[in-house]
């Protein structure tokens, strides 16, 4: 498969088997992960697999995050969403978080950080699209929470970029019909 055709079927797949990928797919994902463009070479990314029980670990600390923002919890429609919230990471047998590091230099621009981590994950999605993988970029309010930034080890100010969730799909993938490059682009100077 040419990267261009990887790149044209790749979908997010938010439906999974139980089944986990192996170990050495889950490193050749994060290989590729580490071959991002990122500017003054500072390779601000930072990755944390999430496996097993440390899925449900982290939903629990979710649910609480949930739960404090919610205020009310007594009744069946908010335990409802907890619950849900609870078990999200367990949609997939796999869930790597990707974040991105706080410069500490004065010439490396926060967002440049993020950016190249957002260039890292689109390398992971199409390396999962090439070995068959399922893949889905997730954040959400959990991406946000210090509680969580802190169990996974993170520094307050970093930055979550995503929640990368793998494992083999479900689901059948349906074809993307996005809008046409020729409406979202501008030709200036260009001579025939
Ligand atoms: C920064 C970012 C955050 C995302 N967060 C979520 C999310 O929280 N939940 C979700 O279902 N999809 C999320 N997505 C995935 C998009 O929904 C998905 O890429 C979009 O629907 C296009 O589908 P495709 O990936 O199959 O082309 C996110 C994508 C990006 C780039």
Do not use: C
Request: charged fraction near 20%; hydrophobic fraction near 45%.
């Amino acid at each position: 498969m040419t990267i261009f055709e990887t790149i044209k079927n790749r979908r997010s797949i938010g439906k999974m088997t139980d089944q986990r990928p192996t170990r050495a797919q889950i490193e050749h994902i994060l290989e590729a992960a580490t071959h991002a463009p990122n500017h003054h070479k500072v390779e601000p990314w930072k990755f944390i697999v999430l496996a097993g029980i440390a899925r449900a670990e982290i939903g629990a600390i979710m649910a609480n995050s949930l739960a404090k923002r919610l205020g009310d919890t007594a009744n069946d429609k908010v335990q409802a969403l907890l619950n849900k919230e609870r078990t999200k990471l367990l949609r997939s047998p796999i869930v790597i978080v990707v974040a991105a590091e706080q410069p500490h230099q004065p010439n490396v621009l926060a967002i440049e950080n993020i950016e190249a981590v957002a260039a890292a994950v689109q390398n992971m999605l199409l390396t999962a699209e090439e070995i068959g993988l399922a893949a889905m970029w997730r954040t959400g309010d959990a991406a946000f929470d210090p509680h969580i930034k802190q169990w996974l080890g993170l520094a307050p100010e970093d930055h979550i970029v995503a929640f990368l969730y793998l494992g083999y799909p479900a689901i059948p993938k349906l074809a993307r019909h996005p809008t046409s490059f020729a409406e979202k682009t501008t030709w200036l100077g260009w001579e025939e």
